[in-house]
């Protein structure tokens, strides 16, 4: 049973910091691509970050320079560090992970709202 439980979303400030954390069970993470990512009310939901099993990271152009995903593999647990919120930052955000060439593993998100 593959399950990943988002968490440390909340309310910030424009300007502040906020870290996420995507803790896995059922698998291991070691060996996975796991990806981020964000829907905000009224759009469809968009790639935020991906980190790959040799650790090499990838991100959208309007957070690139803001964020920064890492992993912590014997904690079983990726990251999400946000810097520098803007107001367009608010949105659920969700973690995943790429099974079969699909990312089928939703699990409830977390809300980041940034406002003053």
């Known amino acids: 049973q593959l399950q990943l439980v988002e968490s440390g979303g909340g309310l910030v400030q424009p300007g502040g910091s906020l870290r996420l954390a995507c803790a896995a069970s059922?698998?291991?993470?070691?060996?996975?691509?796991i990806a981020w990512f964000r829907q905000a009310p009224g759009k469809e939901r968009e790639g935020v970050s991906c980190?790959?099993?040799?650790?090499?990271?990838n991100y959208a152009d309007s957070v690139k320079g803001r964020f920064t995903v890492s992993r912590d593999n014997a904690k079983n647990t990726v990251y999400l560090q946000m810097n520098s919120l803007k107001p367009e930052d608010t949105a659920v955000y969700y973690c995943?992970?790429?099974?079969?060439?699909?990312?089928?593993?939703w699990g409830q998100g977390t809300q980041v709202t940034v406002s003053l």
């Open positions: 059922g698998f291991t993470i070691d060996y996975y691509t």
């Open positions: 980190i790959r099993s040799g650790g090499s990271t």
């Open positions: 995943n992970v790429k099974r079969g060439g699909v990312y089928d593993v």
